[in-house]
């Protein structure tokens, strides 16, 4: 499923675009946050560093949109928040690159419940096979703007 050509050529194009390098966290998905009202903690920071804040960004969209949030919501309901949280962050990103990391991630992903890594939070939304299904679709979603994205650089 994971289109070894196309990871690679993704890289690429990330290492040739040039960004800003800030400190960054590199894990911000779902267990790694606390949800409340106030001061949100994020956990687990071994793996910050200094690199593209807008990898951070599209984890926490990959990771507890896509992944987290949907079982438990519409599509829609997936989209209407998508579209609160790009106007909330109110930046200017760049698409191209925002989606290549959601691509990289998300394969990162697929390729950890292909091995039977979920985690137990995971393991209480849904199946192994129903995680699987839904991140197999959104990887398939990515691949096709990837393509168009890479082939048009």
Partial sequence: MINEKKFEDS???????NYKTRFSHF???ATNYSFHIGIEP?????????GDALYDISIFD???????????????????????????????????RYTIYKYIHTSVILWNIANNRCTDLWLNIGTEQE???????????????????????
Avoid at 66 to 93: A, G
């Fill in 42 to 50: 994020i956990y687990d920071w071994q793996t910050c560093g200094y």
């Fill in 11 to 17: 890289v690429s194009y990330i290492l040739n675009n």
């Fill in 62 to 96: 990959s990771s507890v949109i896509d992944e987290f949030i949907y079982y438990f919501h519409s599509q829609e309901f997936v989209n209407e928040l998508r579209d609160k949280f790009f106007e909330l962050l109110n930046i200017n990103i760049d698409m191209n």
């Fill in 131 to 153: 995680i699987y299904n839904q991140t197999k679709n959104q990887l398939e979603t990515l691949n096709k703007k990837v393509e168009k994205i890479i082939n048009d650089a």
């Fill in 27 to 29: 894990d911000f998905t």
